[in-house]
């Protein structure tokens, strides 16, 4: 059962209440359910005994602090991608996972969902199907950018320094914390001070199905070299000899691709092809 939440804007508070409220009123037999602890303060919740795990789903620069904290408290945590801002973040939030003993697992529904086709990809590559694999290439956005968004006046009911927390201080702007129930994608993603940018939001989709076809979900890259000039085209090389490059297509414009020696294959969430052509014909067949 949900036990509790932190949220930082009265308006999405009040609607994530409703929600769930209505949910365990639906769902619930009388008398079974012990209603809601609502706080700004997500520490409070996970000083409460009767928690044992945390979903955190807050922008990515608030992802670090909570997780060590909930490890600390010997609760398990689900944390939405991409898991850290920086490297040295994300080895503190394993640290944390493995002293304490408590499961972490991190959001990338690319896995499961859109019908199945990166799963169904990934088991044509290990099959065989294009062959050995000689490079992959990621097509998603591009890196951050520093926020430049003008001062606005902080709405009512939102606490605009709990939504800052550990990243640095600047004025409010509703582009990075919306005064609405939302169902959109606000722009923080594009700024380096709480995201690494679309590099980062859809590469840590993009990416992650690179290293599952090639096989290397428990290691990562030995090298990574930047780009020479732009945005795009760094390139991580893998101790298999594989080299995987951030980049778009004149007719791909995201995804990844996987080339092999005996084949190519294209998966997106909307378009999936191959060359050949029959290898997606026969494997949907």
């Given amino acids: 059962q949900v036990v509790g ?3 930082v804007a009265k308006v999405r508070t009040d609607h994530t209440k409703e929600l769930i409220e209505g949910h365990y009123a639906k769902n619930t037999p009388a008398g079974k359910w012990k209603g809601l602890t609502i706080t700004k303060d997500y520490r409070e919740l996970i000083a409460m005994k009767s928690v044992d795990a945390v979903l955190i789903a807050t922008p990515d620069h608030w992802h670090g602090e909570p997780t060590i904290l909930s490890a600390r408290a010997g609760k398990h945590v689900y944390c939405e991608k991409p898991i850290s801002l920086t490297i040295a973040e994300g080895r503190r939030m394993v ?3 493995k002293k304490n003993k408590v499961i972490f697992q991190t959001g990338s529904q690319q896995r499961t969902e859109f019908g199945g086709k990166f799963r169904r990809t990934v088991e044509m590559i290990h099959s065989g199907a294009i062959g050995k694999i000689k490079k992959i290439q ?3 956005g591009g890196p951050p950018k520093p926020c430049d968004l003008a001062t606005q006046p902080v709405p009512e009911g939102i606490d605009w320094d709990a939504w800052q927390g550990p990243a ?3 004025g409010y702007n509703k582009e990075l914390c919306p005064d609405n129930v939302h ?6 993603r594009a700024y380096r001070e709480y995201c690494n940018g679309y590099l980062a939001d859809m590469g840590a989709h993009h990416f992650d199905i690179g290293q599952w076809g090639m096989d290397a979900d428990n290691t990562g890259p030995v090298k990574v070299i930047p780009p020479e000039s732009g945005e795009k085209g760094v390139r991580l090389i893998y101790e298999n000899g594989i080299e995987v490059t951030h980049g778009s297509l004149p007719d791909w414009r995201g995804g990844t691709v996987f080339y092999g020696d005996e084949g190519t294959i294209w998966v997106d969430r909307g378009p999936w092809k191959s060359d050949p052509a029959n290898l997606i014909k026969d494997y949907k067949a």
């Fill in 168 to 170: 640095p201080t600047r």
């Fill in 5 to 7: 939440f932190a949220e």
């Fill in 138 to 140: 990621v097509c998603v």
């Fill in 95 to 97: 640290d944390a996972v």
């Fill in 183 to 188: 169902n959109h994608f606000p722009r923080w």
